[in-house]
């Protein structure tokens, strides 16, 4: 294969040329993506989720009545587990 022979003025050139094919190659695309919505309107959409709320049945503890208990029967318990921050030394 016969290697071509290049002045310094040419190669500068052609590197440039890549140079540049590189750089428009990876600007265009978010460039692009901007001037896409441009044109159209935005609007919020809605969900179409329902939002449940949670309540507790009347037979489940309250959180008052939750913290009694913990602290009554940890008592002499490792401070671990159910029991973290209830159990008394």
Not at 57 to 68: L, M, N, Y
Request: charged share 25%.
């Amino acid at each position: 294969m016969p290697q071509l022979a290049l002045s310094p003025v040419t190669s500068r050139t052609l590197f440039g040329a890549a140079l540049l094919v590189l750089a428009c190659a990876f600007v265009s695309p978010p460039v692009l993506a901007a001037k896409k919505g441009e044109g159209k309107s935005t609007f919020k959409r809605q969900s179409n989720r329902i939002k449940i709320q949670n309540t507790r049945s009347s037979s489940e503890e309250t959180s008052v009545e939750r913290d009694k208990r913990l602290s009554r029967e940890c008592r002499g318990r490792p401070n671990s587990g159910a029991c973290l921050g209830y159990a008394r030394p």
